[in-house]
C-alpha cells in the first residue's frame, strides 16, 4: 500500500494547502482520535487564514475531557454544518454511517477528504489516506501535516498525542514508528501527564460504586469464542445516561484484563431496545470480524456494534457470530 498511500497522503496535503474553506468531521460519539485527528489539522488550517469549522453529528456536546484540545474553538454543532461544504474531511470513520446524521455531505461536497486506519473500512471520498497498518488515524494525520511542511507547535501535538496514546492503549499496542512520533510530540512542549491523566485517568467517586455492580454481575462463559472464553457486561440505560461517555467506555478495558477469556464485551443499552456492544480481544480472535457479521466494525483487537433488541439477544447474536469465524484464520 505504499506507493499509493504516499501518493493519497500528497493529494491530501495538496487540497488541503490550497483550500480556502474546510469542514472536518469526526464520528458519532467522538473519540480523542478521531476529534484529536480532525482538531489538528483544523488547528493548522485556521492559522493559515482557511474558514474551519469541526463537527460531529451526536452527542450534542465535545465529551468533557476533549474540550481542552479545541483552543481555537473551532467545534460547531451539526447544524452549523454547510449542506454542500467546499472541502470535506472525515476523520477516523469507518465507514459513512459512521458520520450520523452528517453522512450526506459525502454526496453534496465540492471535494472530500477520508483519512482512516480502520481495517474494516471499505474506501470512500476522493482523496483516501486509508492504513490499517497504523495505530491510530493521527498517525496519518500527522502524515498530512508533515507533506504539508508544518512545523508542529505544542497545541497541534497534543491532539496527536490525545489520539495516540488512546489508541495504543498508552503506547502497550504502538510500534517503534510511533514511539518516534510520540517523542517529537512531546518535544513540542507536551506534558504528557497533564494531557493524559483527564482523558484516562480521572472518573468520578460515585462511578466506583457503578463499576463495582457491573463487574460484580459479568459473565463468563469459558466455551464462548471456540472455547477461547468470552466474558460480557451489560450497563442498563439509567447508568449509561447517567455518567459520561469517558466511564462507560472505560469498562471494558478492566473487562478485558480476565484472565480466562479471549474476548471481552460490554452491552451497553442507548434506547429502550438498543444497545450498543464494543469488544476486545487479545489477538487470537478477530473481532473485527465477528463485528462485520453483526453490521459493526472497526480492529481485530477492539470492534463495535449496534443492535436492537434484549440484551440477551444481542449476546446470542455475538455468540453466533464469535463461532461463525474460521478457526484457522486465528493466530496460534
Keep these: 500500500m505504499g506507493g499509493s498511500l504516499d501518493a493519497a497522503v500528497a493529494a491530501a496535503a495538496g487540497l ?3 483550500a ?8 458519532v460519539n467522538p473519540d480523542a482520535d478521531s476529534l484529536g485527528s480532525a482538531l489538528a489539522l483544523g488547528i493548522v488550517l485556521r492559522r493559515h487564514g482557511a474558514a474551519v469549522r469541526v463537527s460531529f453529528a451526536a452527542p450534542e456536546q465535545v465529551p468533557e475531557t476533549l474540550v481542552p484540545l479545541d483552543v481555537l474553538g473551532l467545534v460547531v ?25 452528517l453522512a450526506d455531505r459525502l454526496a453534496t461536497a465540492g471535494s472530500s477528504v477520508m483519512i482512516d486506519h480502520h481495517v474494516s473500512n471499505p474506501g470512500f471520498g476522493d482523496v483516501q489516506v486509508l492504513d490499517p497498518g497504523v495505530e491510530a488515524t493521527v498517525v496519518l494525520a500527522h502524515r498530512v501535516l508533515v507533506a504539508m511542511g508544518e512545523p508542529l507547535d505544542a497545541d497541534v501535538a497534543r491532539c496527536l498525542y490525545a489520539g495516540l496514546v488512546t489508541d495504543t492503549r498508552g503506547f502497550r499496542t504502538a510500534g517503534e514508528a510511533a514511539h518516534r512520533m510520540a517523542a517529537d510530540l512531546v518535544a513540542t512542549g507536551v506534558d504528557p501527564e497533564e494531557l493524559v491523566r483527564p482523558i484516562m485517568d480521572t472518573h468520578p467517586y460515585v462511578w466506583l460504586a457503578t463499576l463495582g455492580e457491573v463487574l460484580q454481575n459479568a459473565v463468563l462463559e469459558p466455551d464462548a469464542a471456540g472455547g477461547l472464553g468470552l466474558v460480557h457486561a451489560c450497563v442498563p440505560f439509567e447508568d449509561t445516561t447517567r455518567f459520561r461517555a469517558e466511564e462507560v467506555d472505560s469498562i471494558v478495558d478492566v473487562l478485558r484484563t480476565t484472565a480466562e477469556a479471549e474476548v471481552a464485551a460490554v452491552v451497553k443499552q442507548v434506547g429502550h431496545r438498543r444497545w450498543v456492544t464494543s469488544l476486545r480481544s487479545k489477538g487470537r480472535v478477530d473481532v473485527a470480524a465477528a463485528a462485520g457479521l453483526l453490521d459493526g466494525g472497526g480492529h481485530r483487537a477492539a470492534a463495535g456494534f449496534t443492535r436492537d433488541g434484549t440484551a440477551d439477544e444481542v449476546l446470542a447474536a455475538l455468540r453466533g457470530a464469535l463461532a461463525a469465524l474460521d478457526p484457522a484464520k486465528r493466530p496460534a
Design 77 to 101: 454543532g451539526p447544524e452549523q454544518v454547510p449542506v454542500a461544504p467546499e472541502l470535506l474531511v472525515v476523520c477516523d470513520a469507518a465507514e459513512p454511517s459512521r458520520l450520523g446524521a
Design 16 to 18: 488541503l494547502m490550497r
Design 20 to 27: 480556502r474553506d474546510v469542514t472536518l468531521l469526526a464520528h
